[in-house]
């Protein structure tokens, strides 16, 4: 479970990054890469180190006009599967 009070941030050496030649985003870290479609941008773009998880929805839930009851409930476990592979810290 992932509190609405936590912080999301990019470990050290992890990136998004476009790649130009196949027209798509690709998460960089240390010995991996993961594609990400337009959701995981969008959630990604959110991650700033600063923000809670529960501003990161309310962002996210306003320029989707989404309802954040609905979408929180992804975005967590999407951060929350990307905490396991090591592709974001939590700190709750």
């Given at each position: 479970e992932i509190s609405d009070q936590a912080i999301v941030r990019?470990?050290?050496g992890v990136r998004l990054k476009k790649d130009e030649a196949r027209d798509r985003f690709v998460q960089?870290?240390?010995e991996r890469a993961l594609v990400m479609d337009?959701?995981?941008v969008a959630i990604l773009g959110e991650i700033d180190g600063a923000k809670?998880?529960?501003q990161m929805i309310a962002s996210l839930a306003s320029t989707y006009a989404a309802d954040p009851q609905i979408i929180g409930k992804?975005?967590?476990a999407f951060l929350l599967d990307l905490a396991g592979r090591r592709i974001v810290e939590i700190s709750q």
């Amino acid at each position: 479970e992932i509190s609405d009070q936590a912080i999301v941030r990019l470990p050290s050496g992890v990136r998004l990054k476009k790649d130009e030649a196949r027209d798509r985003f690709v998460q960089l870290a240390p010995e991996r890469a993961l594609v990400m479609d337009a959701v995981g941008v969008a959630i990604l773009g959110e991650i700033d180190g600063a923000k809670t998880v529960q501003q990161m929805i309310a962002s996210l839930a306003s320029t989707y006009a989404a309802d954040p009851q609905i979408i929180g409930k992804d975005v967590k476990a999407f951060l929350l599967d990307l905490a396991g592979r090591r592709i974001v810290e939590i700190s709750q």
